[in-house]
């Protein structure tokens, strides 16, 4: 079945540091890919996506592309900030178009 | 809009009592979807439902139930809740129109259960 394997945290980092956070999957066919993110006390929020291979998807300073030939969809940012601190989840939405499979998550802590 | 709105945020449950997680969308969305997240697990898809009076399972069903009588609300029942079902749970919803090749999910805020 279709499954995400993305980095473990947690990821401390320095406010203005350079951020990845790897991500991973298995899928059959072609899916679409999604960074969601979970601020404190909240609710998933869709951060980016792509839907094909070669797809760039961004968003807030926040950049992924969907490399079929490594079936990986990497998270980064050039310069983060105290305000990026959350839980980043990867998904992929494979062959059915309502079925999100969930990363574990990673949580982000930026200090100032 | 409000969006998808979950009630309660937070819930102690004794072990065998049971109670109803109430969601709520006013997005006209015709999927929605029930999930649980454990620390350090990610999201499981708990149930799910395609339309009013159309239902299925996810993948960790077992001790809930739902129902869809409408299109704004997806109700969740924990009938004996048991120590396991301890999680966050959340709502979502989406507009899962044909044709289109993904549909963004929206979330709730998240109902914080303890059951002891």
């Known amino acids: 079945g279709d499954s995400v394997t993305q980095m473990e945290g947690p990821v401390t980092l320095s406010e203005e540091a350079f951020l990845t956070i790897n991500c991973t999957y298995t899928?059959?066919?072609?899916?679409?890919l999604f960074w969601y993110v979970q601020y404190p006390g909240e609710g998933l929020q869709l951060l980016l996506k792509?839907?094909?291979?070669?797809d760039k998807g961004s968003n807030k300073g926040f950049e992924a592309t969907y490399r079929k030939e490594t079936t990986s969809f990497h998270l980064e940012k050039g310069s983060v900030q105290v305000s990026d601190s959350a839980v980043y989840f990867c998904?992929?939405?494979?062959?059915?178009?309502?079925?999100?499979?969930f990363g574990k998550g990673t949580l982000l802590t930026v200090n100032p | 809009n409000a969006g998808v709105t979950q009630t309660p945020k937070f819930r102690i449950l004794k072990i065998g009592q049971s109670m109803t997680l109430q969601c709520t969308q006013d997005?006209?969305?015709?999927?929605m979807y029930w999930y649980r997240q454990d620390p350090g697990m990610g999201l499981k898809l708990i149930y799910y439902s395609v339309g009013a009076g159309i239902t299925d399972k996810g993948e960790v069903p077992n001790g809930y139930n739902v129902s869809r009588s409408t299109t704004e609300d997806f109700p969740l029942r924990l009938e004996l809740a048991a120590p396991s079902q301890t999680s966050v749970y959340f709502c979502a919803s989406s507009d899962a129109t044909s044709g289109i090749t993904y549909n963004e999910q929206f979330f709730g805020p998240g109902t914080r259960l303890t059951v002891l």
């Open positions: 792509a839907t094909k291979a070669d």
């Open positions: 899928a059959t066919g072609y899916p679409s």
């Open positions: 997005m006209n969305h015709n999927y």
């Open positions: 998904a992929l939405m494979g062959g059915s178009n309502y079925k999100l499979t």
